[in-house]
Nanobody
Framework: EVQLQASGGGLVQTGGSLTLSCAAS????????IGWFRQAPGKEREGVSC????????YYADSVKGRFTISINNYRNMVYLHMNNLKPEDTADYYC?????????????????????WGKGTQVTVSS
């Protein structure tokens, strides 16, 4: 059974930093796609950062480029989202999601909400 457990959300001031963690289980980190998505109140869910192992590239939404970094620990089956210079518009529920097969590009997975497996969200609130 594929499980994704996100953690690390919280309240932070504008300009602050936060790192989200995602513990993945039920699949191996060899042929897969994984990423972070977010949904703010009243808005559609958007892909923040995605990685597809066969494509080998990382996608970042324009709104987070230069501020957010995704990192993956293949040995521990962990995925992280390092968020710097946070802004109030980053306030949202953040979700870790995965596909157990890498069949598309990183950007496709992020732009099409293309993951099959989703964890529960972790809330990030950035105060102004």
């Amino acid at each position: 059974e594929v499980q994704l457990q996100a953690s690390g959300g919280g309240l932070v001031q504008t300009g602050g930093s936060l790192t989200l963690s995602c513990a993945a289980s039920g699949f191996t980190f060899d042929n897969y796609a994984i990423g972070w998505f977010r949904q703010a109140p009243g808005k559609e869910r958007e892909g923040v950062s995605c990685f597809s192992s066969n494509a080998g590239s990382i996608y970042y939404a324009d709104s987070v480029k230069g501020r957010f970094t995704i990192s993956i620990n293949n040995y521990r089956n962990m995925v992280y989202l390092h968020m710097n210079n946070l802004k109030p518009e980053d306030t949202a529920d953040y979700y870790c999601a995965a596909n157990i097969v890498s069949a598309a590009t990183s950007s496709w997975y992020c732009n099409n909400n293309g993951m099959d497996y989703w964890g529960k969200g972790t809330q990030v609130t950035v105060s102004s």
